[in-house]
């Protein structure tokens, strides 16, 4: 999944849970805690695999279960120490979502899950060839323009094609957090 993928899905489970917890909608910083904690577990194990060597594949610390409580529980501590304990449960959704939209990614594309993604240490999935992130990259650019290239309305384009919507629609309807904000700022200090 690519990583504005990883962003809208987080941001659409931010949003709902948002207005049915809270009954408002997100915050700016909520947002940003969202647009972190969704991309953490690739910022963590892409460059341990592809860069490092660490690893034998991109799915390894960040995206295992069994790192995933300790992870949310340092979040809060953290958020807890600046007084801004929601901003936890945003990071945390945010990151809990990631390694279920990669096994949805799957399912998508190849009508099946690798549970190996998301098991490290216990189990990883098949080591890839360890080129370098740029590699990796071409790698998947490739295979994605050939998916766009080969036509037809596949389930996982179908997909992407739904969640932009619904991450703009709830994006729009929630005050459109973060660019809203900027804006009041920049009109804010125009104004002095």
């Given amino acids: 999944m690519w990583p504005w993928e990883h962003l809208a899905v987080a941001y659409v489970l931010y949003s709902l849970a948002a207005r049915a917890i809270a009954r408002e909608p997100p915050s700016a910083c909520g947002v940003l805690a969202v647009a972190v904690g969704s991309q953490f577990p690739d910022l963590l194990d892409k460059p ?45 959704i945010a990151y809990l979502s990631h390694p279920l939209a990669d096994l949805l990614s799957q399912l998508l594309r190849d009508g ?23 590699d990796h990259l071409g790698l998947y650019v490739g295979r994605y323009v050939n998916l766009l290239l080969a036509g037809g309305m596949t389930l996982q384009v179908l997909f992407q094609v739904l969640l932009g919507l619904a991450v703009f629609s709830l994006w729009v309807a929630d005050g459109a957090p973060v660019a809203a904000d900027m804006w009041r700022l920049l009109r804010a200090r125009r104004a002095r």
């Fill in 112 to 134: 099946a899950v690798d549970p190996r993604t998301v098991l490290w240490p216990i189990a990883s999935p098949p080591a890839t060839a360890h080129g370098g992130f740029f």
């Fill in 48 to 92: 341990l695999a592809w860069t490092v060597g660490l690893t034998d594949a991109g799915y390894s610390v960040g995206h295992s279960i069994f790192v995933a409580p300790i992870v949310c529980l340092g979040a809060y501590a953290v958020a807890a120490r600046w007084g801004r304990r929601t901003l936890a449960g945003a990071f945390s």
